[in-house]
C-alpha cells in the first residue's frame, strides 16, 4: 500500500494564493496518474486537477483552470496543487490520490489537508 503524506493547507484570503503539496515517500513504482479532489462541507468530493506521471499531462475541473497548476517531481515522487486566485467556494478538505493503470478508480489517496478561504 502506498502512503501519500499531503501538506500546504491552511487558511488565506480570497485572491490569495496556497500550494499544496503530495508526497509518496518510499514508493518504487510509477503511478499512471495523480489527482487532486475536494470535498465541501455537505458535498460530494468533486475532481480538481490531475498530471500523469510519466508525460506530465494535465487535467484540470472547469472551476481550476487558469487558476490551478499541478505540476510534479519525479524525482521527489512529489505531486504539487498551485492555487491563486483563490475563493470562497474553493474551501474543502483537498485530497490527493493515485492510480496505478489506467482505471476511473483511484487506488491510493492521502489523509487530505483543509483549504480555508475567507472572503
Known amino acids: 500500500q502506498v502512503q501519500l503524506v499531503e501538506s500546504g493547507g491552511g487558511l488565506v484570503q480570497a485572491g490569495g494564493s496556497l500550494r499544496l503539496s503530495c508526497a509518496a515517500p518510499?514508493?518504487?513504482?510509477?503511478?499512471?496518474?495523480m489527482g487532486w479532489l475536494r470535498q465541501a462541507p455537505e458535498k460530494g468530493r468533486e475532481f480538481v486537477a490531475a498530471?500523469?506521471?510519466?508525460?506530465?499531462?494535465?487535467f484540470y475541473a472547469d472551476s481550476a483552470k487558469g487558476r490551478f497548476t499541478t505540476p510534479r517531481d519525479n524525482a521527489k515522487n512529489t505531486v504539487y496543487l498551485q492555487m491563486n486566485s483563490l475563493k470562497p467556494e474553493d474551501t474543502a478538505v483537498y485530497y490527493c490520490?493515485?492510480?496505478?493503470?489506467?482505471?476511473?478508480?483511484?487506488?491510493?489517496w492521502g489523509q487530505g489537508t483543509q483549504v480555508t478561504v475567507s472572503s
Open positions: 490520490a493515485g492510480r496505478v493503470g489506467t482505471a476511473t478508480e483511484y487506488d491510493y
Open positions: 518510499g514508493r518504487t513504482c510509477s503511478p499512471y496518474l
Open positions: 498530471v500523469t506521471w510519466l508525460s506530465g499531462t494535465t
